[in-house]
């Protein structure tokens, strides 16, 4: 019912876009609702400094869009679903918020998801990495922007694996994003002929991994795969190196990792370990210059998802100016007729199950010695091409694809 | 190769071990709690932040004054004690003999001012801290690879938790302490500065939680949340133990570390909840705690 009443209110929309009737931006405002965790353990990847980036996407764009004011609310989801679920149903329900953005734990993205969909409002998240997302949870209310689960495990764990890393043991965070992690991870695995001996799914946030360890030590697997993130798993690489992990001839493989997290570990501990990464602030002119925007903003470097918020809060007001409109599913269907390119992304793309696609990287932590500076962490070992680092459609559960 | 539960025992001995670990840990920071509540009856809500503000003064003062691990060990308790002594002097003295929700509340504002602030300052990240070198590497004890450090942690917080027990059961200013705190009216009477004993007491709480904070920095990521998860379980130690119970403290906090890593190896999603779960039953069981007296 619902689906059809969206359906109805797009096709109208386009008629009267068609027709050449003005529509309009309702209240003469639009209202963004920028939703993370402020002050909690993934506050440093988004948090404050992802707010930073919104403004600056909404003054870079003069305050105002189409003499309409762009407005902005924040506010803490303290990586609760339930939290974060109240206060978006106030935006939307008795503030006009036409915007959410920004959305951290996946199972906060999960939650919010569907309280846009039964209002009919949109979300761009970019913080979140459950793949589940645009796959069995995906609504026509939501964006998926900076990257998932799907490429983090074909980027890290096909490389791991074709350096030898046959069987794996995984160390999981017990919730959405964690168990998506994993499923993601041991397709790949298999898929090039590896073996996930154990698992085990680990409380979050834990502080203490020693006892985590020592049973994946005691494994005896190739690898130890690390699908949580976070302090959870900076605390586990460290309690790693002390438990003498690598010593004895086990790898790390750190699924998610953000350069704020690599930043506290430092290149002495963090050192040669792999992982992917949506865009990384020192790629190009394009990304130095931004990042350096920011940098004089905030007094740090920006991590993928503070450029993804900037980018997608851009892509999402041109095409608020581009339809005059902002209502959800025409400026949906706007974003996704129009490719990305800016300095977050070369030719990416928002596909109907709300996925942004776009190119995915390979890097590896710099040593000490190759470091320049506290923020000189990684060197790009491989570009993997859009169609290659996300699921394909033709694998999609979601209910707006075809299959 | 034997087996327990389809666990073999090597790793068994393993868990138990770190379990021994991570108790030497609780049983320091409930020490704090105890000795806090025991003698000056205030249910201490800043203790995750004291202890948090001990790994903090560590790294900040290596980082900007090159203080080292042996040197932080003594100066971080001193200054977070002294801290605590002043958060006494013009906070807590205010509202002595009130019940006790009110130093809860104010105790647990205070904690939120101080993390607030610091998080704001450092973020959540972590702040790097690295291993004294004499600490690096381990032992292979056969069973499991033990670091040098965790070694060091079990010998030094039973050292600190046992010297507590033995300062306030077996000596003079011990038996000052209690019984000022019993009758104070009597103890000004004898001429001893009960205010003064008050002070250094929640001062002294406070530094052995600074003092597990020391002892957490090279192993745990420093943050200003670090102490916020620690907190509630260690007042769940705490209630299990008997409210106030200085010994019952330290023999709780290694008993939840054992039965909290057993859990970490048969049965990971409930490690967090364990300890609840125990606090549960004991207050159905024996509501003034496994070594409380009746109230």
Redesign the interface.
């Known amino acids: 019912m619902t689906m059809m009443k969206k359906l109805l209110t797009s096709a109208v929309a386009s008629a009267m876009m068609a027709s050449g009737a003005q529509a309009a931006i309702s209240n003469d405002t639009v209202k963004i609702g920028y939703l993370a965790d402020m002050?909690?353990?993934y506050?440093?990847l988004a948090?404050p400094n992802g707010l930073k980036a919104l403004e600056m996407a909404i003054a870079d764009f003069g305050g105002q869009v189409n003499g309409a004011k762009i407005e902005v609310v924040s506010a803490d989801d303290r990586n609760s679903p339930d939290t974060s679920s109240s206060t978006v149903r106030r935006w939307v329900e008795n503030e006009d918020v036409d915007l959410v953005a920004g959305m951290v734990a996946s199972s906060v993205s999960i939650a919010v998801s569907k309280i846009l969909e039964e209002n009919d409002r949109l979300g761009i998240i970019s913080g979140s990495a459950a793949s589940s997302i645009t796959n069995e949870h995906c609504t026509p209310n939501h964006i998926h922007y900076v990257y998932d689960t799907y490429p983090l495990a074909n980027g890290t764990a096909s490389a791991v694996v074709k350096e030898g890393g046959k069987t794996w043991y995984m160390l999981t965070a017990?919730y959405a994003f964690g168990h998506a992690l994993e499923g993601d991870v041991t397709r790949v695995v298999e898929a090039n002929g590896g073996e996930v001996i154990g698992t085990?799914?680990?409380?979050f946030?834990?502080?203490?991994f020693?006892?985590?360890i020592?049973?994946a030590?005691?494994s005896g697997a190739d690898v130890i795969g690390l699908a949580n993130a976070?302090?959870d798993t900076?605390?586990a690489i460290?309690?790693a190196s002390?438990?003498?992990v690598t010593q004895?001839g086990q790898t790390l493989a750190a699924l998610l990792l953000f350069l704020?997290?690599v930043?506290?570990?430092?290149a002495?501990?963090a050192q040669g370990i792999q992982l992917t990464t949506g865009w990384y602030w020192d790629m190009n002119d394009e990304t130095r210059e931004w990042s350096d925007r920011f940098m004089e903003e905030t007094g740090v470097r920006p991590t993928m998802v503070h450029a993804g918020i900037y980018s997608s809060t851009m892509q999402y007001l041109n095409a608020v100016k581009a339809t005059g409109s902002d209502d959800a599913q025409t400026v949906r269907k706007q974003m996704m007729d129009t490719p990305i390119n800016d300095m977050f992304a070369k030719n990416g793309k928002i596909r109907v199950d709300g996925r942004m696609v776009h190119d995915m990287y390979l890097a590896e932590v710099k040593t000490p010695a190759e470091s320049t500076n506290e923020w000189d962490l990684y060197k790009i070992l491989r570009t993997i091409p859009a169609e290659e680092s996300y699921r394909p459609l033709s694998e999609s559960k979601c209910k707006l694809v075809n299959n | 190769m034997s087996m327990i539960f389809g666990v073999p025992v090597a790793v068994l001995s393993g868990q138990l071990l770190i379990g021994i670990i991570n108790g030497a840990f609780y049983a320091l920071l409930s020490l704090g709690l105890a000795v806090i509540f025991g003698l000056l009856k205030i249910i201490n809500f800043a203790h995750g932040a004291m202890y948090m503000l001990g790994a903090m003064t560590t790294v900040l003062m290596f980082d900007y004054l090159g203080v080292n691990y042996w040197a932080a060990l003594l100066l971080a308790p001193l200054l977070v004690g002294a801290f605590g002594v002043v958060i006494e002097y013009f906070l807590l003295r205010r509202i002595a003999g009130q019940d006790h929700i009110y130093s809860l509340l104010l105790t647990f504002g205070v904690a939120l001012i101080i993390t607030g602030v610091l998080v704001n300052w450092f973020g959540v990240s972590g702040l790097r801290y690295t291993m004294p070198d004499m600490f690096k590497g381990g032992v292979n004890l056969g069973f499991m690879f033990m670091p040098y450090y965790r070694a060091w942690v079990i010998v030094a917080a039973l050292l600190v938790c046992f010297a507590t027990w033995f300062m306030i059961e077996k000596t003079k200013l011990g038996a000052y302490l209690r019984a000022g705190t019993e009758d104070s009216q009597l103890m000004q009477g004898f001429g001893i500065n009960v205010p003064l004993l008050i002070s250094l007491t929640y001062g002294f709480g406070v530094a052995l939680a600074a003092f597990a904070g020391v002892l957490a920095a090279p192993i745990y990521s420093v943050t200003p949340v670090m102490g916020s998860a620690t907190l509630i379980t260690v007042f769940a130690v705490v209630v299990i133990g008997g409210m106030g119970s200085i010994g019952g403290a330290i023999i709780t906090g290694i008993l939840m570390g054992v039965i909290e890593g057993l859990t970490k190896t048969f049965y990971p999603p409930a490690s967090s909840a364990v300890v609840f779960l125990v606090m549960v039953l004991v207050l159905m069981f024996r509501p003034s705690g496994l070594f409380g007296k009746e109230a």
Do not use: I
Request: proline share 5%; aromatic share 4%; hydrophobic share 20%.
């Open positions: 002050s909690g353990t506050r440093d948090g017990d085990v799914r680990h409380p946030p834990t502080q203490d020693s006892s985590f020592l049973q030590q005691a976070g302090a900076t605390n460290t309690t002390e438990f003498g004895s704020t997290d930043h506290a570990l430092g002495e501990t």
